[in-house]
């Protein structure tokens, strides 16, 4: 079933069989702990031989091993062996509603469906329905293709979010008492998820008509003040460079296909998402902060003296603490970013900023520096603690970020286009999706 005034696909999802132990079966998103391979090795400890999503993905940490084009030829095997051998099994088609617990909220809903790929463009100053909302580096997509190219499933970490303050689309589903798909605990402390199948045609017409109402025109141009702009119904919360490359492998394929009416039914026109409401009651968006490593910081922080001149000082604290207290009173026209190294805690102040939002001035600085300087390296960090952490090490600068008003995402990025990459983060590391539907893309 496919409402293309919309751009969803109602999906057919595997899922694993009921022997399958899922608590070992789903694995956090693989963009997560990047500097923490400590956490990757509990993963494995705890995962162990058992069918796992960790033998099907490729843990991001992994992208510059020297192994990974041996490490994604046995993730294509051992996608075939687990469709093979049974240890993932068709489900009827249907949405499936996602209700999530984390260590901070108490329950998060979410739908998983397929987006179509015609939709959605990623790059500056797209008006598609499907859209960015941080900007996209392309240097990141290549690695990601080889990955998925040849791939016979996919897995999604995708999240997208819609702007539905009335709560008409996902959560009147739950009310109807849905059956069970899935229910489980996830490893490491990261909470609870159950997942219910919604294949009744009244419902699925229900979610159809409730999206497009969302995506009138005429609403949202009254909506948002946009008159003249392409509507926005789709917008991206996590995993914006695994779109974009299920995007790009769509465009290639596309582009090579003798037959160019059949391609438009290949399964890689679509990719499985879960869709989220932004006004969800359990979705908290947090920043994502920055650490530098290979550097020196008190020449960082002097070139950053010379790159924003006079508008710039920097004061030291005592503690974390304090510096992020300081930059919470900061007043007048300032960006007050507090920072930690491995010899003292500050708060960075640059008055009088020609860009709206912190991140975005630190970023305007730090692209220039990370340019010049070549064997720094730049992460972006969930969570105060981990910062502190890491830039205690020696050669690091952590910087620490407020976060987003998420009533103001969909109305700024259609006014104003993507944010700064890494802007904000749908909750901390262990909140992020866990793998679990699985969808045949090949």
């Known amino acids: 079933m496919f409402f293309a005034d919309i751009g969803l696909q109602v999906p057919t999802v595997l899922l694993p069989a009921p022997a399958v132990n899922l608590k070992k079966w789903a694995v956090v998103a693989c963009d997560q702990y990047t500097s923490e391979p400590a956490y990757w090795k509990r993963v494995r400890k705890f995962a162990g031989s058992a069918p796992s999503t960790l033998s099907i993905i490729l843990p991001e940490i992994c992208l510059e091993s020297p192994r990974m084009a041996k490490m994604i030829a046995n993730i294509n095997r051992i996608m075939r062996r687990y469709v093979d051998e049974g240890v993932l099994q068709e489900q009827r088609p249907g949405l499936v509603l996602i209700d999530r617990k984390t260590v901070h909220a108490k329950s ?3 739908m998983v469906a397929a987006l179509d790929l015609e939709k959605y463009d990623f790059r500056k100053g797209s008006q598609t329905l499907i ?3 941080e900007g996209t580096i392309l240097e990141r997509i290549p690695p990601r293709v080889k990955i998925r190219k040849n791939a016979s499933l996919e897995l999604p970490h995708i999240m997208v979010l819609i702007d539905d303050p009335d709560k008409t689309v996902i959560e009147p589903l739950f009310k109807k008492r849905p059956s069970k798909l899935y229910d489980t605990a996830l490893m490491q402390g990261s909470g609870h998820v159950a997942g219910y199948l919604i294949d009744d045609a009244a419902a699925i017409d229900r979610v159809h008509k ?3 109402r969302l995506a009138d025109r005429g609403r949202f141009a009254k909506k948002y003040g946009a008159r003249g702009k392409g509507v926005l119904l789709y917008a991206m ?6 779109l974009a490359t299920a995007k790009t492998i769509w465009e290639t394929l596309k582009s090579r296909a003798k037959d160019k009416k059949a391609v438009m ?12 409401n ?8 947090e920043p994502i902060h920055r650490v530098v490593f290979n550097t020196d910081a008190a020449a960082m922080l002097k070139a950053m003296e010379s790159f924003f001149a006079r508008r710039f000082s920097v004061r030291t604290m005592k503690d974390r603490k304090s510096a992020l207290q300081t930059a919470r009173n900061c007043k007048g026209p300032c960006h007050c970013i507090p920072f930690s190294t491995s010899k003292t805690f500050g708060v960075i102040s640059i008055c009088q900023p020609k860009l709206t939002l912190e991140v975005a001035t630190l970023q305007s600085f730090l692209d220039r520096y990370l340019a010049s300087e070549k064997r720094a390296k730049i992460d972006y960090i969930h969570g105060d603690e981990v910062v502190e952490s890491l830039s205690a090490k020696p050669g690091a600068i952590g910087f620490y970020l407020p ?7 969909f109305k700024t990025v259609i006014h104003d286009g993507a944010l700064p990459r890494k802007t904000f983060s749908m909750g901390e590391a262990s909140e ?4 679990l539907e699985c969808r045949k893309i090949a």
């Open 210 to 212: 409730n999206l497009a």
């Open 432 to 435: 992020k999706r866990f793998y």
């Open 278 to 285: 932004v006004h969800d009651d359990g979705l908290k968006f």
């Open 108 to 110: 998060r809903k979410g």
């Open 131 to 133: 859209r960015a909302t």
């Open 265 to 276: 039914h290949h399964p890689a026109r679509f990719a499985l998402v879960e869709l989220v």
């Open 237 to 242: 919360g996590d995993g914006n460079h695994s």
């Open 403 to 409: 976060p987003m008003d998420k009533s103001d995402l």
